[in-house]
């Protein structure tokens, strides 16, 4: 539900709203908009003044490029005013982030060995709370790790967020669950992706171990440093960004009416001419035509059949 905007014929809406787009599916949206009356109640609908609707699908939005513009109706006024969508994909979700860490001089926490070291990503959210975003395989007995290159999408690892505090976490892996830390620091996904001249990122981060600070004071220098070998990022390209950026869909349908799928009176036949209902044929081109028919740029569907027995032309 918006905001609402008092004394005004011509609002313009500033809430915004996030819907799941799926492709394969019919998605229905209904624009309902009331002149509020009762500020008191204004959760009520019942207490305010309906002044039209419009419905439209997701795809329509989608497909009509910066605004989709739809007159308002209902029972009583057929033209009640416009309503304008205008709709975008999350810009957020459109990146990979591709990593490759290293580790040098990491402490020892094993007795009778090296350590097992493991990365932790973690993202800062609203009240200073630290959420999981990623977590490497353990490399075993090595206090100079070198993990293996991987991808996180960018919305997962800091909400599209370039300046969101990241924190690596390094511990040693135990086959208890009771991993021990080995050294944590922070940065954000910006300070990581400056690159030198060659093309190469340069950053490395000092990992420091909370519980050692206070023990160490002056004497206690890190618990290793943490390499950034690679990180780049990779734009995902969406279905909307292939619409837009030409890609036309047609819809054809081939239907296959040789004798193996029965006679069209016979009612066990996918070809049977039922009456009352849609036979197998017709249903799955309805489904299917449904969704890709507002995708379709000349609105023109070619149908075409095979291994039909054609008494026009004497023959199959």
Known sequence: RTEVIYDNLNPKFAKTFVVDYHFEEVQYLRVAVYDVDDKKYIDD??????????????????????????????????????????????????YDVFMQLSARKLDKKDFFGKSDPFVEILKAQEGGIFTVAHRTQPIMKTLNPKWREFVVPMQKLCSGDLDRTLKFCVYDWNRSGTHQLIGQATCTLREITTLDHSGYCTSQLEL?????????????????????????????????DYLRGGCEINLIVAIDFTGSNGKPTNPNSLHYNNPYKDNEYVSAIKSVATILADYDSDQQFPAFGFGANSPLFGGV
Request: proline content about 4%; hydrophobic content about 35%; some cysteine.
């Open 45 to 94: 609908l019942s207490r305010h003044d309906f002044i039209g609707e419009a419905q439209f699908t997701l795809a329509d939005v989608v497909t009509a490029g910066q605004v989709l513009t739809k007159r308002l109706t209902s029972a009583t006024c057929r033209s009640c005013g416009f309503v304008c969508v205008n709709g975008e994909e999350v810009e957020e979700s459109k």
């Open 208 to 240: 420091f171990n909370p519980a050692k600070r206070p023990k160490k004071d002056h004497k206690y220098r890190n618990s290793g440093i943490l390499y950034f070998d690679q990180v780049w990022m990779n734009p995902t390209f969406s279905f909307v």
